[in-house]
Every structure is written in structure tokens, then in C-alpha cells.
């Protein structure tokens, strides 16, 4: 019992919930904005995790620039995603989120087996990073400290500029009502393409700091996928400060959830917590009843 009132499981936790709620983050805008179902989301973490493990492992090349990297690719990556495939879908607008789930499980698989056939099916891991940080009683590592301080601060800068920059507050519109935000002068098309962009981007920001704090595999996206719906879903659709929320909450009750019983019950506990929000909280924490389009 004494374990579970200790800081390192606290800091364990807040970096869990940290990098949950920066994934979150890009599928709450890609959602939102558009109503795509982006199943492959995970898949985008993966790849930024291997940019970083190939940058460390070629040129010993970590953080700030893997994290630069790897957001840059992801975000090239999903670019090119959205002008070749979802934009048209768009434009069409017939069974928008139907047919973007099945577009995105298509891009998943290739994207899995790519990255399986360039660098094999194995776990990979790297050690950069690893020296010990001490805070009071409390210690933790470089790497989950790095991870803890940059998904907190992306994810607050995102909150802050939804609320006060004008980018932002053209997003807020198209988030509330697309029709309504395009009559006064907001250019939809642009938003939705920079919410992708971003969501993408942040996706693979967030695989470099996971590439950090455990092995990666070309097969390990679907589990954050999964954590980044039910973050979603927590925090509300549309609400980034709710998916800032709602990450830090999974990650305490996932990260005390294995301390009570054991690591081998995490997608127990992951899928668990997630029907269980299904059920019980549909319009998540914050929610707000879906502003009709």
C-alpha cells in the first residue's frame, strides 16, 4: 500500500496520462473538424517512434531534433493522406465517417507492414536519456521527465491558442458548427487541412517520446488508438482541455490500475475503462450535446 502513495508512481502516472493526452489531441481535431474516423492515429505514433530510433541508432540524433523529425514526417506523411484520399471524401461528403474508417484501416496495414518489412517485425529500443533526475524523495528518469514536461506543455499550448489566437478561434468554429463557420468568413478547407496536419504531427511527436521510455514495433499503434478514443471520449468531443483532463485520468488509472494487479492486465484495464466510459459517460466529462451541421 505504501507503493501506491509514493511520487515515483505519481510521476509514472502524470507522464502516462501526458503522452496519452498529446495523442489525444490530434484525434479530438481530426474528429472534430471533420468527422473522419482515424483508426490508423496509433500507426502514426509508430512511425514517429521509429524516426527516433533510426536518428539515435544512425547519427546519434535525440531530442530536440528527433522530436522535430518526427513530427515534420508524420505530418508529411499525413499531408499526403489527406490531399490523396480524404480531402476527395470530403468534398463528396456522403458517409464520411463510414467510409474514413475504412480508408484508415487501409492506411494502417500498409503503414504496419512497411515499417515491418524496412526494419523487420522485432522490438527495437534505444537508451538515450537515461540518467536519473531527483526531486526530494522522488526519482525519475531523464527521458520520462522529457516526455511529462513536452506532451504538458504541447497540450496547454494547443488549449491556450484555441482560446486566444485567431487560428484558434476559427478551429473553435468549425468544431461547433462547419456550415456556420464557413457563412462568416472561415475558411473551412484550410482548418481541416491544418488539423490534420497537426493531429498527424502530434501523433508522431508523441511516438519519439514513447521511442524513449519502452521498445517499439511496427505493431504497437493500436493500443494508443485505442487510449486516445477513450481519452476522446473523457474529455468530450471537440474539448482539448477535456482531452488534457482525460489523458492524465487514464493515465493514473491505468499506471495504479497495474500497480494493484499486474502489467500483464494493462489491455485489460485499457479496454475495460473504455467500454466502461462508453456506457456510463457517452458525452464524456465536459461533453457537450453535438452542435447539429
Request: glycine content about 10%; aromatic content about 10%.
Amino acid at each position: 500500500m505504501s507503493s501506491l502513495l509514493s511520487g515515483q508512481l505519481l510521476v509514472a502516472a502524470l507522464a502516462t496520462g501526458g503522452l496519452y493526452a498529446l495523442v489525444a489531441v490530434g484525434l479530438n481535431l481530426v474528429y472534430g473538424t471533420m468527422r473522419l474516423l482515424n483508426v490508423a492515429h496509433g500507426e502514426f505514433v509508430m512511425v514517429g517512434a521509429y524516426v527516433a530510433f533510426l536518428l539515435f541508432s544512425t547519427w546519434q540524433i535525440g531530442p530536440p531534433w528527433s522530436l522535430l523529425a518526427a513530427f515534420a514526417v508524420a505530418t508529411a506523411l499525413g499531408l499526403a493522406a489527406y490531399r490523396g484520399l480524404f480531402h476527395r471524401l470530403l468534398e463528396r461528403n456522403q458517409r464520411v465517417e463510414a467510409n474514413s474508417l475504412l480508408l484508415f484501416f487501409a492506411v494502417s496495414v500498409i503503414l504496419q507492414n512497411v515499417v515491418a518489412l524496412t526494419f523487420s517485425a522485432n522490438e527495437r529500443a534505444y537508451r538515450h536519456l537515461d540518467g536519473i533526475v531527483t526531486f526530494g524523495d522522488v526519482s525519475v528518469t531523464e527521458s520520462r521527465l522529457l516526455a511529462l514536461v513536452v506532451s504538458l506543455a504541447v497540450c496547454l499550448a494547443v488549449a491556450l491558442a484555441l482560446r486566444y489566437a485567431a487560428v484558434g478561434q476559427a478551429i473553435r468554429a468549425v468544431l461547433q458548427n462547419r456550415d456556420a463557420a464557413a457563412l462568416v468568413g472561415v475558411n473551412v478547407v484550410q482548418v481541416q487541412r491544418l488539423c490534420f496536419a497537426f493531429g498527424v504531427g502530434a501523433a508522431g511527436m508523441a511516438g519519439a517520446l514513447i521511442s524513449l521510455t519502452q521498445g517499439i514495433s511496427p505493431f504497437m499503434g493500436f493500443p494508443f488508438t485505442i487510449a486516445a478514443f477513450v481519452v476522446v471520449i473523457l474529455g468530450g468531443l471537440g474539448n482539448l482541455t477535456g482531452s488534457l483532463v482525460g489523458g492524465l485520468l487514464l493515465g493514473f488509472l491505468e499506471t495504479y490500475g497495474i500497480a494493484l494487479t499486474a502489467a500483464s492486465y494493462r489491455s485489460i484495464l485499457l479496454y475495460g475503462v473504455f467500454v466502461g466510459v462508453l456506457i456510463l459517460l457517452p458525452r464524456g466529462l465536459f461533453g457537450r450535446r453535438a452542435a447539429r451541421r
